[in-house]
């Protein structure tokens, strides 16, 4: 490992952004579309919108908590600086499940496109065979080497890949355009559909999936030059560029698919195992095809890539807080890297793409944009506390209209884990209620007993919350079990939702501790702490 050392802030405003952008763009143009038109028909691009907007409201509040306190990890970090340690728990160990999961998600991506080709694989229903899942742990394990030696370099590489990456999207937009057909627009047969479709597949076609990756800048913002200029602007320009293509990539489906392969609507479509690779075949354009599908390599490759060296900040923000093996919180003094926690992150990716009922792109998307967005909503809450609690804390971008753009964030992210459905919300609230049993066998006697009753004072609302999400979740109109019917019929549930969301807001923002706890010891600000603490 070498001995301890800290982070290198060797990250400009242009590797930020493409951070973020290069997780936003990975194998979510590759499905997304496709599968946003199977719930929503034509108006999946509403879809599009809703994510878009919601995703916005949450990174403007991690923009000011970013910029004013930049640490590797921040999402597993805000929560326990302002709520303490059960919160602080319930965070890092939903992150956990989110962050390691995404690089399975990816490298399943690029194999489901290969197979296409290479047979030997698997397919998209069957789920990959054993040569399949060699090739997936190849994928895994060259991520790691490449995040295994140094920040910079595994930040100048992801500019270059992102950069090519994006290209291809543009040419297939470009070129699907020319093959626009308007009455595609007004062709029904998706399910759900109407506004229960629109919602879905916001939640579940991955749109909010896509939309995940704003997150890198916050978590490699003890690496930035300059996070308190960088960190806003990387969030801002990463959510708007992935709207701006992942619109462009939506209409262009919707309008290219042939009139014959609608014939059965859009939940019936047939291109599902590659489906822009497919349209382009049913189109007669076979190069684009090939583009594709070396872009099917490249893109998902990207952001597994990402996703891997992310998973790696968050073990590491986990440990520093305390309540995961301070091992993990090591950093190789001439690397920079917390290699250790690298090394966990394999593991763990490895470990989500072995079951075979989690090897499908799909369902993958599901739980993790249900546990990625559980530790978002934190956010707004760890914000509005802070400007209560610390108003003197330097804030070098400071959130506009915050009493109301935060709360409504707070909302958005509720609707998002909402519509995400019963099935995904109880494995990952379930999961994560059951696993309270590690939080005591992570604090040692003395603490517990100096800070059992006040930190379960300040957090004891997420607990009721994540009671309350699995209650609605089962009444409510969303991928309940087969045979079950609604006891909320939509759109009342997402109604409740949004009041009930309401109320813990206000309830998270009451419960916060009098003085946040804001670790003193980062090694990577210093500038920072003398300037704020």
């Known amino acids: 490992m070498g001995r301890p050392g800290g982070f290198k802030k060797s990250l400009n405003l242009l590797d930020l952004t493409f951070l973020g952008l290069g997780s936003i763009i990975g194998s979510g143009w590759l499905f997304a579309a496709a599968n946003a038109a199977a ?87 069957a789920g990959p065979t054993f040569i399949g899942y060699v090739f997936e742990i190849a994928l895994l394990v060259l991520f790691l080497l490449l995040n295994y030696w140094s920040v910079n370099v595994f930040g100048k590489f992801n500019t270059v890949i992102t950069t090519i990456k994006f290209l291809v999207p543009i040419i297939a937009v470009i070129v699907l355009f020319t093959h626009f057909h308007p009455a595609n627009l007004s062709v029904k047969g998706a399910n759900p559909g109407g506004a229960s479709g629109i919602f879905e597949a916001v939640s579940l076609s991955g749109i909010a999936f896509a939309f995940l990756g704003f997150r890198q800048a916050v978590d490699f913002g003890a690496e930035a030059k300059r996070p308190q200029r960088d960190i806003p602007l990387a969030i801002i320009f990463a959510i708007l560029l992935g709207t701006v293509m992942y619109l462009l990539l939506q209409f262009a489906f919707l309008g290219a698919v042939p009139a014959a392969a609608l014939a059965k609507g859009w939940a019936n479509l047939s291109f599902v195992q590659a489906p822009y690779a497919d349209l382009a075949k049913s189109l007669g354009i076979l190069w684009l095809m090939n583009i594709i599908f070396v872009d099917a390599v490249i893109s998902p490759s990207g952001t597994g890539n990402i996703y891997l060296s992310g998973t790696t900040r968050v073990l590491f923000a986990w440990a520093k807080t305390g309540l995961f093996y301070s091992w993990f919180q090591k950093v190789d003094a001439r690397t920079g890297i917390p290699r250790g926690a690298l090394w966990l992150s394999l593991v763990l990716s490895v470990i989500w793409i072995l079951p075979a009922h989690l090897s499908f792109w799909q369902g993958l998307v599901g739980n993790v944009t249900s546990a990625t967005v559980l530790t978002y909503m934190i956010g707004p809450i760890s914000l509005a506390s802070l400007r209560k609690t610390s108003p003197e804390l330097e804030r070098p971008f400071r959130l506009k209209a915050m009493s109301f753009l935060s709360p409504l964030a707070f909302i958005a992210a509720s609707l998002i884990i909402f519509w995400s459905g019963w099935t995904t919300n109880l494995e990952i609230l379930g999961m994560t209620l059951v696993s309270l049993v590690l939080y005591f066998a992570f604090m040692d006697k003395d603490g517990l007993r100096q800070r059992l009753r006040s930190d379960w004072k300040t957090g004891s609302w997420l607990v009721v919350y994540f009671v309350f999400m699995l209650i609605v979740s089962r009444l409510g109109n969303y991928q309940l079990p087969a045979g079950a019917k609604p006891i ?26 009098a003085q946040p706890e804001i670790d003193a010891d980062d090694e990577s600000d210093e500038e920072l702490k003398a300037a704020n603490l």
């Open 488 to 513: 909320i019929a939509s759109p009342w549930d997402s109604v409740i939702v949004a009041v009930g969301a309401l109320i813990f807001y206000y309830w998270g923002v009451n419960s916060a501790m």
């Open 39 to 125: 719930f929503a028909g034509s108006y999946a691009w509403v879809s599009w919108l809703i994510g878009a907007f919601a995703f916005i409201l949450i990174g403007l509040v991690y923009a000011e908590l970013g910029s004013m306190m930049p640490r590797s990890g921040g999402f597993v970090r805000y929560p326990q600086y302002t709520h303490g340690s059960l919160v602080g728990y319930l965070i890092g160990f939903i992150a956990m499940l989110a962050y390691s999961s995404v690089a399975g998600i990816e490298v399943e991506a690029v194999r489901g496109y290969a197979a296409t080709w290479w047979t030997a694989l698997g397919t998209k229903t």
